[in-house]
């Protein structure tokens, strides 16, 4: 792997972790609410909420590439190519989380209209926003250990960012208003979450400009000069990469995996335990692994390696789910299973953002052209396909399973899909996780001379 005298202090690193800070916070706020929030609080039916979702989703997905093909064959005034993306897009991304979590007074059709629209916006945003969030740890250095680095403080922001938007959401929506007594929705739930959703803004516009004035673009591609590339030769460049396509896949069962977590959680919290607010211990313990795993990623993988370091990430996730699976009511069992995710996500995170910033190396020296913008989007297509794939899937199961809002007891097989999607399903795509990540040869390209 590659290493240079290029070392990033202390100070950078801690802005790339309040980056990641705050845009976990709006991601991981809108993964584990926003879907709960249309059918408990908008009383919008679960499967055309699913589907306002889905909509939303894949048009982020589709844009993804385009705007990543847009950013690769242009500059800012200042000769920067990612970096003050952060800046100019943190506000509009953080005022679109609000006016989601937002009603209106709309009435029900018009309503569910402009839930689409809003949420097509918020993705639009994210899209921005996620350029610099994947792409400047592979132009802050090009030392292989440096950017693992980072990518350990990204996750340790992660986590932080996550806990902000999740398991502090309750406890504001208490403070606001937004809980009753026993843990679950008032009637003051609708400014509970709006104010929730101002204080998950602001912290995601400080975390951006603190990465934007912290961190530097310091690798410049290798001609500088050269013509705009075009899309038929970009893709070209991308789909010849093996270790970008497998890694694309790794990224969309991740994604799976992650979001049927982030979503059912309060589902099962409410539904199967009885109170709403027993999703905050649940993810409370998820973090916690997932700060502690962050330590443990930089050894394990000088130990074991990068591909067996994913695949241990993968076989730990599998192997928790089996108690949960056995008996989905034992609070014993959830706990086991939020332990393991927090462990194999983490890996899995750092290593394929490591993983994307070798790529970006390896297609440069095969090609003589960086591709940073387009394999950060690229990558995200993938992320997203995968949540609108997994929504789709909880909210017409769900569906098909008689899931009602209105109910305080949901009907038995209701329960049994809530149960099935934190279960063997995520079992199954963590097994998929596995499979790929066997395939990988990263390591191997990125040492091997340049085509």
């Known amino acids: ?54 909509i939303g989703t894949v048009w982020d997905a589709v844009n993804d590439p385009i705007i990543g093909f847009w950013a690769l064959n242009r500059k800012f005034k200042s000769g920067e190519r990612i970096r003050p993306f ?17 009603d209106f007074g709309l009435p029900s059709k018009l309503c569910v209209v402009f839930c689409v ?48 938007g999740a398991v ?17 929705l008032s009637a ?11 204080v998950m803004g602001a ?26 590339l075009g899309a038929k030769e970009v893709f070209k460049m991308l789909f010849s990469c093996s270790s970008w396509v497998k890694n694309m896949i790794y990224i969309l069962l991740y ?53 067996r370091t994913m695949m241990l990430g993968a076989l730990v996730m599998v192997l928790g789910k089996i108690w949960f699976v056995i008996n989905p009511f034992s609070m014993g069992a959830i706990y086991l299973n939020a332990v393991s995710v927090g462990f194999g996500a983490t890996v899995a995170f750092v290593m394929f953002n490591t993983n994307r910033n ?34 789709q899937l909880i909210a017409l199961w769900l569906k098909i399973a008689g899931f009602d809002a209105s109910l305080a007891l949901q009907p038995t097989k209701a329960i049994s899909a809530i149960n099935a999607m934190l279960g063997w399903v995520p079992m199954a795509v963590a097994a998929g996780m596995f499979i790929v990540v066997s395939g990988i040869r990263i390591e191997e390209e990125s040492s091997s001379p340049a085509g």
């Open 255 to 307: 994604g799976v995996n992650n979001l049927l977590l982030m979503s059912l959680i309060t589902y099962y919290a409410t539904y199967v335990i009885g109170s709403t607010a027993m999703a905050t211990p649940i993810q409370a313990v998820y973090l916690v692994f997932s700060v502690l795993s962050s330590f443990l990623v930089t050894p394990i993988d000088k130990k074991l390696g990068r591909r």
């Open 86 to 102: 952060a800046k100019w897009f943190a506000l509009p991304w953080a005022l679109s989380v609000v006016a989601l979590f937002t």
């Open 188 to 198: 003051g739930s609708k400014k509970g979450f709006f104010l929730a959703a101002l």
């Open 1 to 54: 792997m590659r290493e240079s005298s290029i070392r990033i202090k202390l100070t950078e690193k801690l802005g790339f972790f309040a980056f990641s800070t705050g845009s976990n916070v709006v991601y991981q706020f809108k993964s584990l609410y926003y879907l709960f929030f249309l059918t408990n609080v908008l009383k919008i039916d679960v499967l055309t909420a699913g589907t306002i979702l889905t």
């Open 117 to 164: 629209v809003v949420y097509i916006v918020f993705e639009l945003f994210y899209t921005f926003i996620a350029i610099p969030y994947n792409s400047m740890a592979s132009l802050a250095t090009d030392s292989d250990s440096q950017r693992r680095s980072i990518n350990v403080w990204r996750n340790l922001g992660g986590c932080l960012g996550s806990g902000i």
């Open 203 to 228: 912290v995601c516009i400080a975390g951006s400009l603190i990465h934007y004035y912290t961190t530097r673009e310091r690798i410049k591609p290798i001609n500088e000069t050269a013509s705009p």
């Open 358 to 391: 070798n790529i970006v190396d390896i297609i440069e020296r095969k090609n003589g052209r960086r591709l940073d913008s387009l394999v950060s989007t690229a990558d995200n297509l993938s992320s997203k396909l995968a949540v609108a794939l997994a929504t």
């Open 168 to 184: 502090a959401c309750l406890p504001l929506l208490k403070l606001f208003g937004g809980l009753d007594e026993k843990g679950n």
